[in-house]
Structure formats: structure tokens, C-alpha cells
């Protein structure tokens, strides 16, 4: 198994990629955290993936909140070896009828949210 005892981080975990690396990792040998902004999404994703709840935990928060995922993981699991950024959102709409205030969420969780959880890894 490839990814034997090694605890990752999978934000945008209840999304469909993000649920299916989820479970890959698990089916792997692995151990995740995975990452939602929404609480219920996050808890059926991760019974989906294990319903014994033995190698997954929720987080639910902003994509942003790096250092509380970081901690999640190692309160959870003992340490993190893994980081997969998989947190984005969709707006299906024309570009042009895209607002500002539209624009900066879609730059903070696909930019920002991508990097937020490797800062806090840095500093274990």
C-alpha cells in the first residue's frame, strides 16, 4: 500500500475530486483530514469514505484555515506527511456578469486556499 500510516490533508474534501482522492488515499492505507466550508457535506463525505471513522476526521472552516487543518491532522492522527489542494469553487455565469466582489471570492478560495495549509506544515 502506498500511502501506509501516512496522514494527509485534503481540502475541498466533500467535493467530488476531493471525496474520490479521499478515498483513494484511504483505500491505500493512508489517513486523512478532509475539509469543508460546510459541516453536513464534510460529515457524509467522510462516512462515505470510512464509515468506521477510524482513518478520516472532518474539518469543517474556511479553505483557509491552514493551521487549523495542520492541527487537526496531528491532534487526530499523530503528525502530517500529505498536503492535496483541492478546494475551489464554480460560478457558472458568463465572465462578463461576473461581479467584483465574485471575482476576489473566487481569487481567495483558488488562490489563497491553496496555499493556506503549507505554511502552517512548514512549521511543525
Given amino acids: 500500500m ?6 494527509g490533508i485534503v481540502t475541498g474534501g466533500p467535493s467530488r475530486i476531493g471525496e474520490e482522492v479521499a478515498a483513494r488515499f484511504v483505500a491505500e492505507g493512508g489517513l486523512v483530514v478532509i475539509n469543508g466550508r460546510d459541516a453536513g457535506k464534510a460529515e ?21 484555515t491552514g493551521k487549523a487543518l495542520a492541527k487537526a491532522a496531528v ?4 503528525r502530517l506527511d500529505v498536503l492535496l489542494n483541492d478546494a475551489g469553487v464554480f460560478a457558472p455565469k458568463p ?14 478560495i483558488s488562490s489563497r486556499a491553496r496555499s493556506s ?8
Fill in 117 to 124: 495549509p503549507h505554511r502552517p506544515r512548514l512549521r511543525l
Fill in 95 to 108: 465572465f462578463v456578469d461576473v461581479t467584483e466582489a465574485e471575482f476576489d471570492w473566487f481569487l481567495d
Fill in 75 to 78: 491532534e487526530r492522527f499523530g
Fill in 44 to 64: 457524509a463525505a467522510a462516512k462515505r469514505v470510512d464509515a468506521t471513522g477510524k482513518r478520516i476526521a472532518a474539518h469543517v472552516g474556511l479553505p483557509a
Fill in 2 to 7: 502506498r500511502f501506509q500510516d501516512k496522514v
